[in-house]
């Protein structure tokens, strides 16, 4: 994960860190070499500035040059500004439902409290859906249902079928012919009946966000109400990850995002790009294939993973 950016910036701050004094232009040349690094990772423009400016900033304020470990001071400072940029550390900045759960998750609701999915086709929304009602169950106790309304892809609710059963999850019983909106109110009733704390709802991709997607979302949130939309994207794709989250924000409610693919991804521009440019945190990454392949992301534990 990173292995790329986190190489780059390595050798830009191994050779600060060797050295016993550092000059406002020592601090300005790394600057540089850490800007093309973080284009390099496909960070978007402006993240990057801001970055580079708060970071330069700090650092040849006159205590941290002055200071006996002035390359270990910088380092600190990027470090600093990279959880920043990750979204900010929330056992040391706040006090959120969502820091007191293992999981993340604000499900500080009457149950059934439903967790909406939402994403582009292929970006792995039916696995991550699959992964977190495992986790959820198994780390909170909580007992969970899936319900796939995915009536576009043939084979999508029989796809989360299989998985719940791999997950040891329940799924709602398919109907076919059955739509979004009815598949969901079903859901919920059923739920309701069964005395599920958690309902999550998987629901349709497209190949590009368009305006039925949209309608359909919004439909479906509405009669759902849910505590959390999470958005899934694919952080192999860069920038295209955030401009597909930037495209349902302000469209559906999304309270969060789950990265996928992390595990292949050398260059980390959507992960550190995502919070900045959208404002939505990170919530989860999706680690592998295996349904165990999921972590809750903490800005702090990434940013010491690029920094290594
Ligand atoms: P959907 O169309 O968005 O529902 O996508 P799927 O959940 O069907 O996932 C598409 C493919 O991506 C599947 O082969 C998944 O196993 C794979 N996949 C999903 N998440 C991850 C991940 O975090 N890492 C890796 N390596 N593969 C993943």
Same mark, same amino acid.
């Given at each position: 994960?990173?292995?790329?950016?986190?190489?780059?910036?390595?050798?830009?701050?191994?050779?600060?860190?060797?050295?016993?004094?550092?000059?406002?232009?020592?601090?300005?040349?790394?600057?540089?070499?850490?800007?093309?690094?973080?284009?390099?990772?496909?960070?978007?423009?402006? !993240?990057?500035?801001?970055?580079?400016?708060?970071?330069?900033? &700090? =650092? #040849?304020?006159?205590?941290? @040059?002055? $200071?006996?470990?002035?390359?270990?001071?910088?380092?600190?400072?990027?470090?600093?500004?990279?959880?920043?940029?990750?979204?900010?550390?929330?056992?040391?900045?706040?006090?959120?439902?969502?820091?007191?759960?293992?999981?993340?998750?604000?499900?500080?609701?009457?149950?059934?409290?439903?967790?909406?999915?939402?994403?582009?086709?292929?970006?792995?929304?039916?696995?991550?859906?699959?992964?977190?009602?495992?986790?959820?169950?198994?780390?909170?106790?909580?007992?969970?249902?899936?319900?796939?309304?995915?009536?576009?892809?043939?084979?999508?609710?029989?796809?989360?079928?299989?998985?719940?059963?791999?997950?040891?999850?329940?799924?709602?019983?398919? !109907?076919?012919?059955?739509?979004?909106?009815?598949?969901?109110? &079903? =859901? #919920?009733?059923?739920?309701? @009946?069964? $005395?599920?704390?958690?309902?999550?709802?998987?629901?349709?991709?497209?190949?590009?966000?368009?305006?039925?997607?949209?309608?359909?979302?919004?439909?479906?949130?509405?009669?759902?109400?849910?505590?959390?939309?999470?958005?899934?994207?694919?952080?192999?794709?860069?920038?295209?990850?955030?401009?597909?989250?930037?495209?349902?924000?302000?469209?559906?409610?999304?309270?969060?995002?789950?990265?996928?693919?992390?595990?292949?991804?050398?260059?980390?521009?959507?992960?550190?790009?995502?919070?900045?440019?959208?404002?939505?945190?990170?919530?989860?990454?999706?680690?592998?294939?295996?349904?165990?392949?999921?972590?809750?992301?903490?800005?702090?534990?990434?940013?010491?993973?690029?920094?290594?």
């Amino acid at each position: 994960m990173f292995d790329a950016l986190s190489d780059r910036l390595g050798n830009v701050f191994d050779s600060l860190r060797g050295r016993g004094a550092l000059k406002e232009d020592d601090v300005r040349t790394a600057m540089r070499e850490v800007r093309i690094a973080l284009l390099e990772a496909d960070v978007a423009l402006p !993240v990057v500035r801001r970055f580079i400016d708060t970071v330069t900033e &700090r =650092a #040849i304020g006159a205590e941290v @040059l002055r $200071s006996v470990t002035p390359g270990q001071q910088v380092v600190k400072i990027v470090n600093d500004a990279l959880v920043e940029m990750l979204g900010g550390d929330p056992e040391e900045g706040g006090s959120s439902q969502a820091a007191q759960n293992a999981v993340g998750l604000d499900l500080d609701a009457k149950p059934p409290v439903v967790i909406m999915m939402v994403g582009l086709q292929g970006s792995g929304k039916t696995t991550s859906t699959a992964k977190i009602a495992k986790r959820l169950k198994e780390t909170e106790g909580k007992k969970v249902m899936m319900a796939s309304l995915d009536v576009n892809r043939p084979a999508a609710q029989e796809q989360l079928a299989i998985l719940g059963e791999q997950a040891g999850v329940a799924t709602l019983p398919i !109907v076919a012919g059955q739509q979004p909106v009815d598949i969901a109110n &079903r =859901a #919920i009733s059923s739920a309701k @009946l069964q $005395s599920f704390d958690v309902l999550m709802l998987d629901t349709a991709g497209r190949l590009h966000v368009d305006e039925a997607l949209m309608a359909e979302m919004k439909a479906v949130a509405s009669v759902s109400t849910p505590r959390e939309v999470l958005l899934v994207v694919d952080s192999l794709t860069g920038q295209d990850a955030v401009n597909v989250a930037q495209s349902f924000t302000g469209e559906v409610p999304l309270t969060g995002v789950v990265l996928t693919r992390m595990d292949g991804d050398a260059r980390g521009g959507a992960a550190l790009s995502m919070r900045a440019v959208t404002g939505k945190p990170i919530k989860f990454a999706g680690t592998g294939e295996k349904l165990d392949a999921i972590e809750a992301f903490h800005p702090s534990r990434v940013a010491n993973r690029i920094l290594g």
